[in-house]
Protein backbone atom coordinates (compact mmCIF):
# COMPACT_ATOMS: atom_id res chain seq x y z
CA UNK A 1 0.00 0.00 0.00
CA UNK A 2 0.90 3.58 -0.61
CA UNK A 3 1.45 5.91 2.45
CA UNK A 4 -1.91 7.90 1.11
CA UNK A 5 -3.46 4.44 1.28
CA UNK A 6 -3.45 4.36 4.44
CA UNK A 7 -3.47 7.87 5.80
CA UNK A 8 -7.36 7.56 3.64
CA UNK A 9 -8.17 4.02 5.61
CA UNK A 10 -7.24 5.92 8.98
CA UNK A 11 -9.29 8.82 8.36
CA UNK A 12 -12.12 6.38 7.19
CA UNK A 13 -12.32 5.14 10.28
CA UNK A 14 -12.47 8.34 11.79
CA UNK A 15 -15.26 9.44 10.02
CA UNK A 16 -17.04 6.13 10.33
CA UNK A 17 -16.21 5.80 14.27
CA UNK A 18 -18.09 9.91 14.34
CA UNK A 19 -20.78 8.81 12.46
CA UNK A 20 -22.28 6.49 15.38
CA UNK A 21 -23.45 8.54 18.18
CA UNK A 22 -24.82 11.06 15.92
CA UNK A 23 -26.56 8.23 13.65
CA UNK A 24 -27.99 6.71 17.02
CA UNK A 25 -28.92 9.84 18.72
CA UNK A 26 -30.61 11.16 15.57
CA UNK A 27 -32.87 7.83 14.89
CA UNK A 28 -33.74 8.16 18.36
CA UNK A 29 -35.55 11.11 18.15
CA UNK A 30 -32.32 13.28 21.00
CA UNK A 31 -30.73 16.38 20.41
CA UNK A 32 -26.87 16.26 20.32
CA UNK A 33 -23.47 18.38 19.61
CA UNK A 34 -22.81 18.46 15.80
CA UNK A 35 -20.73 21.10 14.42
CA UNK A 36 -23.96 23.20 13.49
CA UNK A 37 -24.69 23.53 16.46
CA UNK A 38 -24.45 27.04 18.61
CA UNK A 39 -21.67 26.80 19.63
CA UNK A 40 -20.41 24.37 17.39
CA UNK A 41 -20.04 21.25 18.88
CA UNK A 42 -21.17 22.69 22.25
CA UNK A 43 -25.19 23.52 21.88
CA UNK A 44 -27.38 20.29 20.86
CA UNK A 45 -28.90 20.17 17.27
CA UNK A 46 -31.73 18.60 16.14
CA UNK A 47 -32.41 14.86 15.99
CA UNK A 48 -32.58 15.19 11.73
CA UNK A 49 -29.31 17.53 11.76
CA UNK A 50 -27.58 14.62 13.47
CA UNK A 51 -28.82 12.18 10.80
CA UNK A 52 -28.20 14.23 8.34
CA UNK A 53 -24.32 14.59 9.87
CA UNK A 54 -23.93 10.91 10.50
CA UNK A 55 -24.64 10.41 6.74
CA UNK A 56 -22.09 12.56 5.46
CA UNK A 57 -19.65 10.98 7.64
CA UNK A 58 -20.68 7.22 6.70
CA UNK A 59 -20.39 9.04 3.02
CA UNK A 60 -16.66 10.04 3.59
CA UNK A 61 -15.64 7.03 5.54
CA UNK A 62 -16.74 4.68 2.73
CA UNK A 63 -15.03 6.67 -0.08
CA UNK A 64 -11.82 7.03 1.69
CA UNK A 65 -11.98 3.09 2.10
CA UNK A 66 -12.20 2.64 -1.05
CA UNK A 67 -9.00 4.90 -2.13
CA UNK A 68 -7.47 3.08 0.36
CA UNK A 69 -8.06 -0.69 -1.41
CA UNK A 70 -8.12 -2.70 2.02
CA UNK A 71 -8.35 -6.10 1.04
CA UNK A 72 -8.96 -8.75 2.95
CA UNK A 73 -5.75 -10.50 4.84
CA UNK A 74 -4.44 -6.35 4.59
CA UNK A 75 -3.62 -6.75 8.26
CA UNK A 76 -1.66 -3.38 8.20
CA UNK A 77 -4.36 -1.83 6.63
CA UNK A 78 -7.05 -2.86 8.77
CA UNK A 79 -4.78 -2.33 12.00
CA UNK A 80 -4.49 1.62 10.78
CA UNK A 81 -8.32 1.59 9.63
CA UNK A 82 -8.64 0.57 13.45
CA UNK A 83 -6.42 2.84 15.14
CA UNK A 84 -8.39 5.84 13.17
CA UNK A 85 -11.85 4.71 14.52
CA UNK A 86 -10.50 4.22 18.23
CA UNK A 87 -8.98 7.10 18.58
CA UNK A 88 -11.89 9.45 17.00
CA UNK A 89 -13.70 7.54 19.51
CA UNK A 90 -11.47 8.50 22.40
CA UNK A 91 -12.08 12.11 21.48
CA UNK A 92 -15.47 11.42 21.19
CA UNK A 93 -15.54 10.41 24.74
CA UNK A 94 -13.71 12.95 26.02
CA UNK A 95 -15.69 15.76 23.85
CA UNK A 96 -19.08 14.60 24.66
CA UNK A 97 -18.38 14.32 28.94
CA UNK A 98 -18.35 17.50 28.62
CA UNK A 99 -21.79 18.36 27.49
CA UNK A 100 -23.27 16.23 30.71
CA UNK A 101 -21.21 19.04 32.79
CA UNK A 102 -22.94 21.99 31.03
Known sequence: MEWYQYLAVFFS???????????????????????????????????????LWAALNIIVGYLLWHVGKIKPGNHPGMAVFFAGAILMALMLSNSFTEKHKE
Open 13 to 51: GAFLANAIPHFVHGISGDKFPTPFSKPPGKGLSPAYINV
